[in-house]
């Protein structure tokens, strides 16, 4: 679904250009759902956002379903509607009310009539249950509930994958666990999904397979098993032990 090639990305510090993404190679079949681990500074957020072209890689290239998302005269709603995206700070619209941070984006890019688009709102907030909550505005929410309407504002769109950058960092142990229970059900359903996330309950239920990132390369891709039980890799297991 997703293929890698030779990604490199630079970012210029002090004028100096600094290797953030080095030489990245990976493919992401559908229905796979991705953990992506690695210490701060490793190049995750980076990596992800080259996938939704939040980002603009140095070099390489990027195809979804065969079609290169790095030419720049790709069509970029199309591709933040077939792969979205999920935040670690949220990034709702705090003037706008949830039914509208929710349907904004797809009544603008017509793949629903305004009251179309307000149903299956009102759908997807019943099953994570906020529907009581669609009029509010995102303040009056906790960090837990804004994640889930930033989740059912990926979901709406009907993307083919969903990317999620630690969605659960900013939050306290009670929210994660509502916002991780969401998240393994859209696992259940068969949803593709790349997950930066140090949140091993995720891993365990949900990931087939884990990334390990450091110094913008991949060092290792294995499946949960294999990372849990019979971790190989010297570096990857020291940084386990840190994080479990
Ligand atoms: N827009 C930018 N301009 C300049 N440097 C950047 C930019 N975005 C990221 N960087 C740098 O790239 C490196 C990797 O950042 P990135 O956010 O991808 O890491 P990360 O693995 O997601 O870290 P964390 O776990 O802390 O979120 C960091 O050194 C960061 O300072
Ligand atoms: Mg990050």
């Known amino acids: 679904m997703i293929s890698v090639k030779n990604l490199y990305k630079d970012f210029k510090h002090d004028g100096k250009a600094q290797r953030i993404l080095n030489d990245i190679n990976v493919e992401f079949k559908k229905g796979e759902r991705v953990a992506i681990i690695g210490p701060s500074g490793s190049g995750k957020s980076t990596f992800l956002r080259c996938l939704n072209r939040l980002e603009i890689p140095t070099s390489g290239e990027i195809l979804f379903e065969g079609k290169s998302i790095t030419d720049p005269k790709c069509n970029i709603d199309e591709i933040r509607q077939n792969i979205g995206m999920v935040f670690q700070h949220f990034n709702l619209f705090p003037h706008l009310t949830i039914l509208q941070n929710i349907t904004l984006a797809p009544v603008a ?17 019943e099953k994570v249950g906020l529907k009581d909550k669609a009029h509010t505005y995102p303040v009056k929410l906790s960090g837990g509930q804004k994640q889930r309407v930033a989740i059912i504002r ?21 929210m994660i666990k509502e916002v991780i229970k969401v998240m393994n059900d859209i ?30 390369r991949i060092l290792a891709d294995e499946t949960p098993e294999e990372l849990f039980n019979n971790c190989q890799n010297v570096r990857v297991s020291r940084f386990l032990q840190k994080i479990i």
């Open 109 to 125: 890019l017509k793949l629903y009539t305004k009251k179309n688009a307000e149903e299956c709102a009102l759908a997807l907030l």
């Open 154 to 174: 990926a979901l709406i769109m009907n993307p083919k994958v969903i990317l999620f950058d630690e969605p659960t960092s900013a939050l306290d142990p009670e």
């Open 187 to 216: 696992a259940k359903q068969g949803m593709t999904m790349i997950v930066v996330t140090h949140e091993m309950s995720f891993v365990r239920e949900a990931a087939t397979r884990v990334l390990f990132m450091d110094n913008g």
